[in-house]
C-alpha cells in the first residue's frame, strides 16, 4: 500500500503547478472515484499542517479560503490517481503538500509530500 505525491518544485508567483498523487495496493481498488475521500494538506516549518481540500463522496468539495478559485481537486476516472491544479501561486502556498486517501470510512493513507516553492 503506497502513496507517492510528485509535481512538486519551484515556481514564480502566479504561476501553476499541477501535484499528482498516486495509489498502489488493492486496498485502493480500480478507480479513485470510488475513493471516499481524498484530500491535499500542506505544512510549513513550525505550524501545523492544515486542510486545502477535501473531496468527499458522497458529499462535496471543500476548499480552505485562502485557496477559493485558485486550486482544484480532481480525481482520474479510470486510474488510482488525484490532482491538484493550482493556480495564480502565491509565496504564501510555499509548503510541503501531502495527499490523503481514505478509500473507505475506516482507514485513511498519507504519501511522503512533496515541496513546493513560490519564489521570485
Known amino acids: 500500500v503506497q502513496l507517492v505525491e510528485s509535481g512538486g518544485g519551484l515556481v514564480q508567483p502566479g504561476g501553476s503547478l499541477r501535484l499528482d498523487c498516486a495509489a498502489s495496493?488493492?486496498?485502493?481498488?480500480?478507480?479513485?472515484?470510488?475513493?471516499?475521500?481524498v484530500a491535499w494538506y500542506r505544512q510549513t516549518p513550525g505550524k501545523e499542517r492544515e486542510l486545502v481540500v477535501e473531496s468527499v463522496r458522497p458529499g462535496g468539495t471543500n476548499y480552505a479560503d485562502s485557496v477559493k478559485g485558485r486550486f482544484t481537486i480532481s480525481r482520474s476516472n479510470g486510474r488510482n490517481m488525484a490532482y491538484l491544479q493550482m493556480d495564480s501561486l502565491k509565496p504564501e502556498a510555499t509548503a510541503v503538500y501531502y495527499c490523503?486517501?481514505?478509500?473507505?470510512?475506516?482507514?485513511?493513507?498519507w504519501g511522503q509530500g512533496t515541496q513546493v516553492i513560490v519564489s521570485s
Open positions: 495496493g488493492t486496498i485502493f481498488g480500480a478507480n479513485a472515484m470510488g475513493w471516499y475521500r
Open positions: 490523503n486517501v481514505r478509500p473507505n470510512r475506516f482507514i485513511e493513507y
